[in-house]
C-alpha cells in the first residue's frame, strides 16, 4: 500500500510517499481503507519530535481517518460500512491507504458528511469535549468560546443533535456562545470585546472553552477570579 512516512525527525523534507505492506488487525481492531485523512498541529509535532512513541523508524503520520471498513471484529462495524474515527495516540498511521485501530475508536460516518468532512472531525471534536467535560458544563450554563475559528473552538456548535463516541452530545440545554472579534490575549488592551448581551467570562483569558453566567452588561472582561 503506498503510506506517507518518515525516517528521521525534521521538517515537511522528511516525509516521503513510500510502498509500506498493509497492516495486519490486531485482537480488537478493525482495517479501514482510508478515503480521508485528518490534518491537525499534532501532525507536524509527531513529525519534528515533539511527540514520541515507541516505534522505529519509518514512522507513520496522522490520527483522524474516514473511510470504509474491510476487515472488522465481533460486535465492531460491518465489513463496507463508512466509518470515521482517530487512531490512538501517540501512534500514526492515517496517511496511508489502509489503517488499523480500534474497533471501539469508530463509529459510523453520518450520511451527510463526506468522507474529507467527516476526516476533520475526531481530533478538534473529542478535544473540545474533553474540554467542557474538564470544565463541568452542566445543565444551564452558557458557554463562551474564545477566538472561535479553529476546528476545536467551532466543535461544540455542531454537537448538540448528534451521538456517538466521536462527538457527544453537549449538556441538557447548554448554550454556546462565540464573542466576535476576540483576541485571545493576556494583554489588558486587548481583553475587552464586544460581546452578546449579558455574557461575561468567568475564566481564565485563555482560547479555550470557558464558563460563563449571565450577568448585567455586554462586554468581556476582564476576567474574574
Request: aromatic share 6%.
Amino acid at each position: 500500500m503506498r503510506a506517507v512516512v518518515f525516517s528521521r525527525y525534521g521538517d515537511e523534507s522528511v516525509l516521503e510517499l513510500t510502498r509500506r505492506p498493509e497492516p495486519d488487525p490486531a485482537e480488537g481492531e478493525v482495517l479501514v481503507e482510508v478515503m480521508a485523512a485528518g490534518v491537525n498541529p499534532v501532525d507536524w509535532k509527531h513529525r519534528e519530535g515533539a511527540v514520541r512513541n515507541d516505534r522505529p523508524f519509518p514512522l507513520g503520520m496522522g490520527w483522524d481517518v474516514a473511510g470504509v471498513v474491510r476487515a472488522t471484529v465481533p460486535g465492531g462495524p460491518a465489513v463496507g460500512e463508512a466509518v470515521y474515527g482517530m487512531l490512538p495516540l501517540p501512534y500514526g498511521g492515517a496517511y496511508q491507504e489502509l489503517a488499523v485501530l480500534p474497533a471501539s475508536a469508530v463509529v459510523p460516518k453520518p450520511a451527510r458528511l463526506s468522507f474529507a468532512e467527516a476526516a476533520a472531525v475526531p481530533l478538534a471534536a473529542l478535544t473540545a469535549w474533553q474540554a467542557l467535560e474538564a470544565a463541568g458544563v452542566g445543565a444551564g450554563l452558557r458557554i463562551l468560546v474564545h477566538a472561535g475559528a479553529g476546528g476545536v473552538a467551532t466543535s461544540p456548535y455542531s454537537s448538540p443533535g448528534t451521538s456517538g463516541r466521536t462527538s457527544p452530545p453537549p449538556p441538557p440545554r447548554a448554550t454556546w456562545t462565540s464573542c466576535a472579534g476576540w483576541a485571545s490575549t493576556n494583554r489588558p488592551t486587548a481583553r475587552r470585546r464586544t460581546c452578546p448581551p449579558g455574557i461575561r467570562s468567568t475564566s481564565s483569558w485563555t482560547p479555550s472553552a470557558a464558563r460563563c453566567s449571565t450577568r448585567r452588561g455586554g462586554s468581556c472582561g476582564p476576567a474574574e477570579p
